[in-house]
């Protein structure tokens, strides 16, 4: 990614990063394959069958190449269907994370805006705690993108055996801070861990622990996963 966000926004993005990565594996398993229709006011979306429960997260206008956010939908305002997204933009300014609190983010100057525009939704996702996000054409040159909000969707759970590949996949999307990825997907799935010097040391469920070692550049030299038979 350029550094054409901000520092706030690119630590946000990166506590999401590798819990965020899985969930969205889990998400596109689960959609069945087949057309898509949604009935915003009703804050329903129906793909090959299955219905659910969205939020309008935001749109992607690759003319102007500029990112709305679903609160900031002149039409949606105030909405049931943005009620999940405004929490976004009032984490925003509590955290001053200027990228989520500006109604309209102008992407044009970044190297690949539309990539910007995934890092927007998938930053969006990770603050609303929500099980993905889906990126839809929904008309010439505009990109729209949903929350699930409905329980149908299965979450992601942490599994031990997966954990290592889990944690370097996250560290590698964005490569900010490491640290930042392995202690917010600890944070995600509620496990007591703690920082001892280059390492963190994290208590699994069942008695299980594992240790993630960083190098000199903060970058993740290993990942210890202790199982208990």
């Not at 901000?6 to 394959?33: I, K, M, N, V």
């Not at 129906?46 to 190449?65: C, F, K, P, S």
């Not at 405004?86 to 992407?107: M, N």
């Not at 031990?160 to 560290?171: D, Q, S």
Request: hydrophobic letters at 45%; one cysteine or more.
């Amino acid at each position: 990614m350029t550094n054409e966000f901000s520092e706030p926004f690119l630590l946000e993005a990166e506590r999401h990063a590798a819990w965020g990565a899985a969930q969205l594996e889990a998400l596109t398993a689960f959609l069945p394959d087949g057309p898509w229709t949604a009935d915003l006011p009703s804050c329903l979306y129906r793909q090959g069958g299955l219905e659910l429960r969205v939020a309008l997260l935001g749109t992607y206008d690759m003319e102007e190449q500029s990112w709305m956010w679903g609160w900031a939908n002149p039409g949606m305002r105030g909405t049931e269907v943005v009620a999940l997204t405004a929490a976004i933009e009032r984490y925003g300014r509590a955290c001053g994370i200027p990228e989520l609190t500006a109604e309209v983010v102008d992407l044009s100057g970044f190297e690949d805006p539309r990539r910007a525009a995934e890092m927007l939704a998938f930053t969006g996702m990770g603050v609303a705690e929500a099980p993905g996000y889906m990126g839809l054409e929904a008309g010439p040159g505009t990109q729209v993108y949903f929350l699930p909000d409905d329980p149908q969707v299965p979450r992601a759970a942490l599994q031990p055996v997966t954990l290592p590949r889990t944690l370097l996949t996250g560290a590698g999307l964005i490569g900010r801070s490491a640290p930042h990825v392995v202690g917010g997907y600890f944070d995600h799935h509620g496990v007591p861990h703690r920082t001892e010097g280059d390492r963190i040391v994290a208590d699994l469920p069942a008695g299980n622990a594992v240790e993630v070692r960083f190098d000199a550049l903060g970058r993740i030299a290993g990942v210890e996963v202790k199982v208990l038979s």
